[in-house]
Protein backbone atom coordinates (compact mmCIF):
# COMPACT_ATOMS: atom_id res chain seq x y z
CA UNK A 1 0.00 0.00 0.00
CA UNK A 2 1.29 3.52 -0.62
CA UNK A 3 1.50 5.35 2.34
CA UNK A 4 1.62 9.16 3.50
CA UNK A 5 3.15 9.85 7.11
CA UNK A 6 2.47 13.42 7.79
CA UNK A 7 4.09 15.14 10.84
CA UNK A 8 2.99 18.64 11.89
CA UNK A 9 4.93 19.76 14.84
CA UNK A 10 7.28 18.08 17.39
CA UNK A 11 8.72 20.88 19.00
CA UNK A 12 11.30 21.60 16.19
CA UNK A 13 12.73 18.59 16.00
CA UNK A 14 13.26 16.30 13.42
CA UNK A 15 9.93 13.99 13.69
CA UNK A 16 10.61 10.59 15.31
CA UNK A 17 6.90 9.81 15.34
CA UNK A 18 6.71 9.68 11.72
CA UNK A 19 10.46 8.13 11.32
CA UNK A 20 9.04 5.33 13.23
CA UNK A 21 6.19 4.81 11.81
CA UNK A 22 7.86 5.12 9.09
CA UNK A 23 10.70 1.77 9.54
CA UNK A 24 7.60 -0.09 10.33
CA UNK A 25 5.22 -0.02 7.57
CA UNK A 26 8.62 0.21 5.67
CA UNK A 27 9.54 -3.36 7.04
CA UNK A 28 5.66 -4.90 6.20
CA UNK A 29 6.52 -4.30 2.88
CA UNK A 30 4.81 -0.77 2.01
CA UNK A 31 5.49 2.23 0.27
CA UNK A 32 6.43 5.02 2.40
CA UNK A 33 6.64 8.69 1.93
CA UNK A 34 6.80 11.53 4.54
CA UNK A 35 6.14 15.30 4.66
CA UNK A 36 7.16 17.62 8.02
CA UNK A 37 4.62 20.67 7.96
CA UNK A 38 7.07 22.08 9.94
CA UNK A 39 9.61 22.79 7.65
CA UNK A 40 7.84 22.06 4.69
CA UNK A 41 4.60 22.60 2.89
CA UNK A 42 1.82 19.62 1.92
CA UNK A 43 1.95 21.23 -1.48
CA UNK A 44 5.74 19.03 -1.01
CA UNK A 45 4.07 15.97 -1.17
CA UNK A 46 1.94 13.98 -3.89
CA UNK A 47 -1.41 13.65 -2.39
CA UNK A 48 -3.00 11.88 -4.98
CA UNK A 49 -1.28 8.38 -4.90
CA UNK A 50 -1.15 7.41 -1.13
CA UNK A 51 -4.10 4.83 -0.20
CA UNK A 52 -3.31 5.87 3.87
CA UNK A 53 -2.39 9.47 5.02
CA UNK A 54 -1.54 8.77 8.24
CA UNK A 55 -0.80 11.71 10.76
CA UNK A 56 1.03 12.54 13.79
CA UNK A 57 -0.50 13.81 17.08
CA UNK A 58 2.10 13.50 19.58
CA UNK A 59 0.97 16.65 21.46
CA UNK A 60 -1.42 19.60 21.76
CA UNK A 61 -0.20 21.99 19.35
CA UNK A 62 0.43 18.86 16.04
CA UNK A 63 -3.41 17.92 16.77
CA UNK A 64 -4.48 21.46 16.59
CA UNK A 65 -2.57 21.64 13.30
CA UNK A 66 -3.33 18.51 12.14
CA UNK A 67 -7.28 18.91 11.90
CA UNK A 68 -7.07 21.64 9.02
CA UNK A 69 -4.48 19.29 7.51
CA UNK A 70 -7.08 16.63 7.72
CA UNK A 71 -10.06 18.52 6.47
CA UNK A 72 -7.80 19.69 3.16
CA UNK A 73 -6.85 16.45 2.63
CA UNK A 74 -10.16 14.78 2.98
CA UNK A 75 -11.82 17.73 0.30
CA UNK A 76 -9.14 17.05 -1.63
CA UNK A 77 -9.43 13.01 -1.93
CA UNK A 78 -12.77 12.13 -0.17
CA UNK A 79 -13.42 8.49 0.34
CA UNK A 80 -10.53 7.69 -1.68
CA UNK A 81 -7.78 7.52 1.34
CA UNK A 82 -8.27 6.50 4.25
CA UNK A 83 -6.92 8.91 6.90
CA UNK A 84 -5.11 7.95 10.42
CA UNK A 85 -4.55 9.57 13.44
CA UNK A 86 -1.83 8.61 15.35
CA UNK A 87 0.24 9.72 18.77
CA UNK A 88 -0.70 10.30 22.24
CA UNK A 89 -3.64 12.91 21.15
CA UNK A 90 -5.14 10.93 19.05
CA UNK A 91 -7.29 8.79 21.79
CA UNK A 92 -8.33 11.42 23.55
CA UNK A 93 -9.11 14.48 21.18
CA UNK A 94 -10.04 12.70 17.81
CA UNK A 95 -13.79 11.19 19.31
CA UNK A 96 -15.07 15.07 18.97
CA UNK A 97 -13.68 15.19 15.45
CA UNK A 98 -16.30 15.42 12.79
CA UNK A 99 -17.88 12.19 11.75
CA UNK A 100 -16.17 10.90 8.19
CA UNK A 101 -13.01 12.98 8.69
CA UNK A 102 -10.72 10.44 10.14
CA UNK A 103 -10.99 6.80 9.91
CA UNK A 104 -9.05 5.51 12.65
CA UNK A 105 -7.56 6.73 15.80
CA UNK A 106 -4.21 5.53 17.41
CA UNK A 107 -2.43 5.77 20.24
CA UNK A 108 0.21 5.19 22.68
CA UNK A 109 2.11 1.95 21.03
CA UNK A 110 0.99 2.44 17.75
CA UNK A 111 3.80 1.31 15.19
CA UNK A 112 2.12 -1.91 14.27
CA UNK A 113 -1.40 -1.52 15.12
CA UNK A 114 -0.80 1.37 12.09
CA UNK A 115 0.46 -1.31 10.11
CA UNK A 116 -2.45 -3.12 10.48
CA UNK A 117 -4.29 -1.24 9.18
CA UNK A 118 -2.16 -0.40 6.24
CA UNK A 119 -2.78 -4.35 5.60
CA UNK A 120 -6.14 -3.90 5.43
CA UNK A 121 -7.18 -5.62 9.51
CA UNK A 122 -6.99 -2.39 11.38
CA UNK A 123 -6.52 -3.10 15.16
CA UNK A 124 -9.76 -2.54 17.20
CA UNK A 125 -8.14 -0.90 20.07
CA UNK A 126 -7.42 2.89 19.89
CA UNK A 127 -4.87 2.56 22.89
CA UNK A 128 -2.17 0.17 22.39
CA UNK A 129 0.60 -0.59 24.97
CA UNK A 130 2.24 -3.55 23.31
CA UNK A 131 5.94 -3.67 23.95
CA UNK A 132 6.95 -3.32 20.27
CA UNK A 133 10.75 -4.30 19.52
CA UNK A 134 11.53 -1.17 17.36
CA UNK A 135 13.75 -1.37 14.07
CA UNK A 136 15.84 1.92 13.30
CA UNK A 137 13.58 4.95 12.11
CA UNK A 138 13.10 5.61 8.84
CA UNK A 139 14.94 9.01 9.15
CA UNK A 140 16.01 9.02 5.66
CA UNK A 141 12.44 9.94 4.38
CA UNK A 142 12.85 13.06 6.48
CA UNK A 143 14.44 16.58 5.74
CA UNK A 144 17.73 17.09 7.43
CA UNK A 145 18.86 17.46 10.81
CA UNK A 146 20.18 21.58 9.72
CA UNK A 147 16.64 22.24 9.30
CA UNK A 148 15.73 21.70 12.91
CA UNK A 149 16.33 23.33 15.89
CA UNK A 150 19.71 23.80 16.96
CA UNK A 151 21.41 24.00 20.77
CA UNK A 152 22.64 27.83 21.32
CA UNK A 153 25.93 27.42 24.05
CA UNK A 154 29.14 29.21 24.17
CA UNK A 155 27.91 31.74 21.34
CA UNK A 156 27.83 28.85 18.95
CA UNK A 157 24.48 26.78 17.30
CA UNK A 158 24.49 22.91 17.44
CA UNK A 159 22.62 20.58 15.03
CA UNK A 160 20.47 19.01 17.33
CA UNK A 161 18.61 15.27 17.16
CA UNK A 162 15.93 13.69 19.26
CA UNK A 163 15.41 9.88 20.30
CA UNK A 164 13.21 8.92 23.31
CA UNK A 165 14.60 6.23 25.85
CA UNK A 166 11.12 5.79 27.26
CA UNK A 167 7.29 6.47 26.21
CA UNK A 168 4.40 7.11 28.99
CA UNK A 169 5.25 7.98 32.24
CA UNK A 170 5.08 5.78 36.12
CA UNK A 171 3.55 9.37 37.71
CA UNK A 172 0.32 10.25 37.23
CA UNK A 173 0.59 13.81 37.33
CA UNK A 174 -3.33 15.30 37.05
CA UNK A 175 -2.81 18.06 34.52
CA UNK A 176 -0.53 15.94 31.98
CA UNK A 177 -2.48 13.83 29.34
CA UNK A 178 0.18 11.15 29.48
CA UNK A 179 -1.75 8.98 32.45
CA UNK A 180 -4.98 9.13 30.27
CA UNK A 181 -3.18 7.03 27.71
CA UNK A 182 -0.35 5.08 29.60
CA UNK A 183 -2.19 4.88 33.22
CA UNK A 184 1.07 4.70 35.15
CA UNK A 185 3.26 2.55 32.36
CA UNK A 186 6.30 2.83 30.78
CA UNK A 187 7.43 1.43 27.46
CA UNK A 188 11.70 1.42 26.29
CA UNK A 189 13.08 1.59 23.38
CA UNK A 190 15.89 -1.23 23.02
CA UNK A 191 19.24 0.43 24.01
CA UNK A 192 21.21 -1.43 20.72
CA UNK A 193 18.53 0.24 18.25
CA UNK A 194 18.69 3.56 19.75
CA UNK A 195 22.40 3.46 20.32
CA UNK A 196 22.64 2.68 16.59
CA UNK A 197 20.04 5.36 15.54
CA UNK A 198 22.15 8.27 17.61
CA UNK A 199 25.18 6.86 15.91
CA UNK A 200 24.03 7.77 12.92
CA UNK A 201 22.57 10.88 13.95
CA UNK A 202 25.88 11.91 15.25
CA UNK A 203 27.56 10.55 11.10
CA UNK A 204 25.00 12.70 9.93
CA UNK A 205 25.85 15.95 11.94
CA UNK A 206 24.30 16.20 15.28
CA UNK A 207 26.60 17.41 18.03
CA UNK A 208 23.29 17.24 20.63
CA UNK A 209 20.70 15.02 21.50
CA UNK A 210 17.75 15.54 23.57
CA UNK A 211 15.79 13.03 25.09
CA UNK A 212 12.53 13.20 25.02
CA UNK A 213 11.27 10.77 27.41
CA UNK A 214 8.10 12.63 29.59
CA UNK A 215 10.84 11.61 32.40
CA UNK A 216 13.99 10.24 31.82
CA UNK A 217 14.84 8.77 34.89
CA UNK A 218 11.52 6.83 35.46
CA UNK A 219 13.57 3.81 35.13
CA UNK A 220 17.17 4.92 36.03
CA UNK A 221 19.18 1.39 34.98
CA UNK A 222 17.61 1.93 31.57
CA UNK A 223 18.58 5.83 31.73
CA UNK A 224 22.01 4.82 32.40
CA UNK A 225 22.61 2.03 30.47
CA UNK A 226 21.55 4.11 27.45
CA UNK A 227 23.56 7.23 28.38
CA UNK A 228 26.94 5.11 28.86
CA UNK A 229 26.41 3.29 25.98
CA UNK A 230 25.65 6.81 23.69
CA UNK A 231 28.74 8.12 25.39
CA UNK A 232 30.94 5.41 24.50
CA UNK A 233 29.72 5.55 20.56
CA UNK A 234 29.61 9.33 20.64
CA UNK A 235 31.47 10.67 23.66
CA UNK A 236 31.73 14.06 22.46
CA UNK A 237 27.97 14.36 22.61
CA UNK A 238 26.09 16.79 24.27
CA UNK A 239 22.80 16.17 25.58
CA UNK A 240 19.44 17.35 27.93
CA UNK A 241 16.81 15.59 29.73
CA UNK A 242 13.44 16.30 31.12
CA UNK A 243 12.47 14.90 34.69
CA UNK A 244 11.07 15.82 38.00
CA UNK A 245 11.89 17.44 40.53
CA UNK A 246 11.81 14.82 42.89
CA UNK A 247 14.12 12.72 41.01
CA UNK A 248 16.70 15.63 40.69
CA UNK A 249 16.32 15.10 44.86
CA UNK A 250 16.86 11.36 44.65
CA UNK A 251 19.37 10.66 42.59
CA UNK A 252 22.24 13.70 42.78
CA UNK A 253 24.56 11.00 42.16
CA UNK A 254 22.59 10.27 38.64
CA UNK A 255 22.70 13.50 37.52
CA UNK A 256 26.18 14.16 38.51
CA UNK A 257 27.21 10.66 36.49
CA UNK A 258 25.07 11.99 33.20
CA UNK A 259 26.96 15.77 33.94
CA UNK A 260 30.33 13.50 33.41
CA UNK A 261 28.34 11.88 30.04
CA UNK A 262 27.48 14.85 28.47
CA UNK A 263 24.58 16.56 30.38
CA UNK A 264 23.65 20.54 29.93
CA UNK A 265 20.81 20.98 31.50
CA UNK A 266 17.33 19.46 32.34
CA UNK A 267 13.70 20.52 31.78
CA UNK A 268 12.18 19.88 35.21
CA UNK A 269 7.97 20.64 35.12
CA UNK A 270 8.32 23.45 38.22
CA UNK A 271 4.60 24.17 37.09
CA UNK A 272 3.87 27.13 40.02
CA UNK A 273 5.02 27.91 43.47
CA UNK A 274 1.04 27.67 45.20
CA UNK A 275 1.11 24.86 47.45
CA UNK A 276 -2.66 24.84 46.79
CA UNK A 277 -2.17 23.93 43.17
CA UNK A 278 1.09 21.85 43.16
CA UNK A 279 -0.97 19.79 45.34
CA UNK A 280 -4.08 19.63 43.39
CA UNK A 281 -2.22 18.51 40.20
CA UNK A 282 -0.55 15.63 42.41
CA UNK A 283 3.02 17.15 41.33
CA UNK A 284 5.10 15.45 44.75
CA UNK A 285 7.09 18.47 44.80
CA UNK A 286 7.00 22.03 46.90
CA UNK A 287 8.40 25.31 45.73
CA UNK A 288 11.27 24.71 48.58
CA UNK A 289 11.36 21.41 46.85
CA UNK A 290 12.72 23.47 43.51
CA UNK A 291 15.08 25.69 45.22
CA UNK A 292 16.58 22.72 46.57
CA UNK A 293 16.83 20.80 43.19
CA UNK A 294 17.88 24.27 41.64
CA UNK A 295 20.79 24.21 43.88
CA UNK A 296 21.87 20.83 43.28
CA UNK A 297 21.35 21.05 39.93
CA UNK A 298 23.74 24.27 39.66
CA UNK A 299 26.61 22.84 42.37
CA UNK A 300 27.24 20.13 39.70
CA UNK A 301 27.57 23.06 36.75
CA UNK A 302 23.93 21.70 34.98
CA UNK A 303 21.04 24.27 34.10
CA UNK A 304 17.45 24.02 35.41
CA UNK A 305 15.03 25.07 33.22
CA UNK A 306 11.51 24.73 34.61
CA UNK A 307 8.13 24.29 32.83
CA UNK A 308 5.54 26.07 34.16
CA UNK A 309 1.45 26.29 34.53
CA UNK A 310 0.63 29.89 35.91
CA UNK A 311 -2.65 29.98 34.80
CA UNK A 312 -4.92 27.00 36.34
CA UNK A 313 -8.82 27.97 37.86
CA UNK A 314 -6.77 27.80 41.49
CA UNK A 315 -3.99 30.69 40.60
CA UNK A 316 -4.07 33.43 41.96
CA UNK A 317 -2.95 37.42 41.42
CA UNK A 318 -0.36 36.56 44.18
CA UNK A 319 0.43 33.40 43.01
CA UNK A 320 1.77 35.06 39.65
CA UNK A 321 3.21 37.53 42.05
CA UNK A 322 5.48 35.16 43.79
CA UNK A 323 6.18 32.94 40.08
CA UNK A 324 8.00 35.98 38.47
CA UNK A 325 9.59 36.80 41.61
CA UNK A 326 10.81 33.15 41.91
CA UNK A 327 12.22 33.74 38.58
CA UNK A 328 13.77 36.98 38.73
CA UNK A 329 15.09 36.21 42.40
CA UNK A 330 16.87 33.03 41.59
CA UNK A 331 18.67 34.21 38.16
CA UNK A 332 16.15 32.19 36.07
CA UNK A 333 15.38 34.63 33.26
CA UNK A 334 17.28 33.50 30.72
CA UNK A 335 15.90 29.61 31.74
CA UNK A 336 12.95 30.61 31.25
CA UNK A 337 11.29 30.69 27.98
CA UNK A 338 8.75 33.26 27.90
CA UNK A 339 6.05 31.04 26.43
CA UNK A 340 5.88 29.51 29.86
CA UNK A 341 4.41 32.51 31.23
CA UNK A 342 1.39 32.16 29.21
CA UNK A 343 0.19 28.42 29.57
CA UNK A 344 -3.30 28.19 30.54
CA UNK A 345 -4.65 24.68 31.90
CA UNK A 346 -5.65 22.38 29.15
CA UNK A 347 -8.27 19.89 30.26
CA UNK A 348 -8.59 17.19 27.56
CA UNK A 349 -11.03 14.58 27.47
CA UNK A 350 -9.67 11.97 29.71
CA UNK A 351 -7.57 13.95 31.95
CA UNK A 352 -7.61 13.00 35.89
CA UNK A 353 -8.42 16.51 36.54
CA UNK A 354 -12.03 15.78 35.74
CA UNK A 355 -12.64 13.13 38.67
CA UNK A 356 -11.70 16.46 40.95
CA UNK A 357 -14.82 18.06 42.44
CA UNK A 358 -12.07 21.47 42.43
CA UNK A 359 -12.10 20.92 38.42
CA UNK A 360 -15.66 20.45 38.14
CA UNK A 361 -17.24 23.42 39.42
CA UNK A 362 -15.26 25.46 37.07
CA UNK A 363 -15.63 23.52 33.83
CA UNK A 364 -18.22 25.58 31.48
CA UNK A 365 -18.16 22.70 28.33
CA UNK A 366 -15.93 21.05 26.23
CA UNK A 367 -14.28 22.45 23.20
CA UNK A 368 -14.36 20.52 20.26
CA UNK A 369 -12.19 22.72 18.53
CA UNK A 370 -9.21 23.56 20.54
CA UNK A 371 -9.77 20.36 22.38
CA UNK A 372 -10.13 21.26 25.79
CA UNK A 373 -12.82 21.41 28.55
CA UNK A 374 -13.12 24.81 28.92
CA UNK A 375 -12.92 26.59 32.30
CA UNK A 376 -13.68 29.78 33.71
CA UNK A 377 -11.31 31.05 36.56
CA UNK A 378 -13.33 32.90 39.40
CA UNK A 379 -11.15 35.99 38.98
CA UNK A 380 -11.72 37.67 35.79
CA UNK A 381 -8.61 39.84 35.91
CA UNK A 382 -6.81 36.44 35.79
CA UNK A 383 -8.24 35.10 32.95
CA UNK A 384 -7.47 38.93 30.86
CA UNK A 385 -3.96 38.91 32.38
CA UNK A 386 -3.38 35.34 30.84
CA UNK A 387 -5.51 36.26 27.26
CA UNK A 388 -2.52 39.53 27.48
CA UNK A 389 -0.15 37.53 28.17
CA UNK A 390 -0.11 34.75 25.50
CA UNK A 391 -1.19 37.47 22.79
CA UNK A 392 2.05 39.10 23.84
CA UNK A 393 4.14 35.71 23.82
CA UNK A 394 2.83 34.92 20.58
CA UNK A 395 3.68 38.24 18.74
CA UNK A 396 7.22 38.24 20.39
CA UNK A 397 7.96 34.81 18.95
CA UNK A 398 6.75 36.05 15.51
CA UNK A 399 8.86 38.83 15.47
CA UNK A 400 11.58 37.04 16.56
CA UNK A 401 11.91 39.76 19.96
CA UNK A 402 14.54 38.64 22.58
CA UNK A 403 12.87 36.35 25.46
CA UNK A 404 14.67 39.40 27.81
CA UNK A 405 12.60 41.85 26.84
CA UNK A 406 9.37 39.82 26.28
CA UNK A 407 9.95 39.14 30.07
CA UNK A 408 9.95 42.19 31.07
CA UNK A 409 6.42 42.91 29.36
CA UNK A 410 4.76 40.12 31.29
CA UNK A 411 6.05 41.79 34.27
CA UNK A 412 4.58 45.69 33.15
CA UNK A 413 1.20 43.72 31.57
CA UNK A 414 1.05 42.10 35.65
CA UNK A 415 1.79 44.91 37.47
CA UNK A 416 -1.06 46.88 36.04
CA UNK A 417 -3.31 44.03 36.60
CA UNK A 418 -2.43 43.87 40.39
CA UNK A 419 -2.38 47.50 40.68
CA UNK A 420 -6.16 47.40 39.11
CA UNK A 421 -6.97 45.09 41.92
CA UNK A 422 -5.22 46.31 44.38
CA UNK A 423 -2.79 43.96 45.02
CA UNK A 424 0.48 45.36 46.36
CA UNK A 425 3.54 44.08 44.63
CA UNK A 426 6.83 45.64 46.29
CA UNK A 427 8.78 44.74 43.15
CA UNK A 428 7.00 45.46 40.48
CA UNK A 429 9.53 48.05 39.34
CA UNK A 430 12.60 45.66 40.15
CA UNK A 431 14.43 45.96 36.88
CA UNK A 432 15.44 42.38 35.82
CA UNK A 433 18.75 41.01 37.27
CA UNK A 434 21.92 41.43 35.00
CA UNK A 435 21.84 39.14 31.38
CA UNK A 436 24.10 36.40 32.65
CA UNK A 437 26.10 34.68 30.25
CA UNK A 438 23.96 32.35 28.20
CA UNK A 439 22.96 29.41 29.89
CA UNK A 440 22.14 26.21 27.09
CA UNK A 441 19.21 26.32 25.39
CA UNK A 442 17.05 25.47 22.14
CA UNK A 443 16.43 27.69 19.61
CA UNK A 444 13.03 26.55 19.27
CA UNK A 445 10.84 28.00 22.36
CA UNK A 446 7.76 26.53 22.17
CA UNK A 447 6.27 24.13 24.56
CA UNK A 448 4.10 21.12 23.88
CA UNK A 449 1.11 22.54 25.86
CA UNK A 450 0.76 25.91 24.55
CA UNK A 451 -1.64 27.02 22.08
CA UNK A 452 -0.17 27.33 18.44
CA UNK A 453 0.63 30.85 17.22
CA UNK A 454 -0.86 31.91 13.91
CA UNK A 455 2.39 31.80 12.59
CA UNK A 456 2.25 27.54 12.69
CA UNK A 457 -1.18 27.59 11.97
CA UNK A 458 -0.49 29.46 8.57
CA UNK A 459 2.64 27.03 8.50
CA UNK A 460 0.45 24.11 7.65
CA UNK A 461 0.12 24.39 3.92
CA UNK A 462 -3.18 23.43 3.70
CA UNK A 463 -3.28 25.70 0.58
CA UNK A 464 -2.82 22.84 -2.09
CA UNK A 465 -1.63 23.38 -5.23
CA UNK A 466 -3.98 22.67 -8.54
Same mark, same amino acid.
Given at each position: ?53 ? %? ?44 ? $? ?33 ? /? ?29 ? #? ?68 ? /? ?16 ? %? ?41 ? #? ?8 ? /? ?17 ? %? ?16 ? /? ?27 ? $? ?13 ? %? ?77
Amino acid at each position: MRVLLVSCYELGHQPLHVASAAAFLRAAGHQISAVDLSVQTLDEADLDAPELVA %IAVPMHTAMRMAVPVARAIRARRGTHVRLVLFGLYAPLCGPSLEPG $LVDALLGGEYEQALVSVANGSPDPRTIVLDRLHFP /LPARDLLPPLDRYTRLRVDGEERVTGYVEAT #RGCVHRCRHCPVPAVYDGRIRVWQREVLVDDVARLWDDGMRHLTFGDPDFLNAVPHALAVVRAVHARCPE /LTFDITTKVEHIHEHPEV %IAELRDLGLLFIVSAVESTSPRVLGLLDKGHSAADVLTALGIC #RALGIELRPS /LLPFTPWSTLRDQLDLLDM %IAGNDLIDSVDPVQLSIR /LLVPPGSLLLELPEMREHLLGYDPEGFSH $LWQHPDPVMDALQTE %IAALVAADTDAGVSPRSTHAAIRRLTADAAAGSGVVWRDADMPLPPERVAPPRLSEPWFCCAEPTTAQLAGVGVSLGA
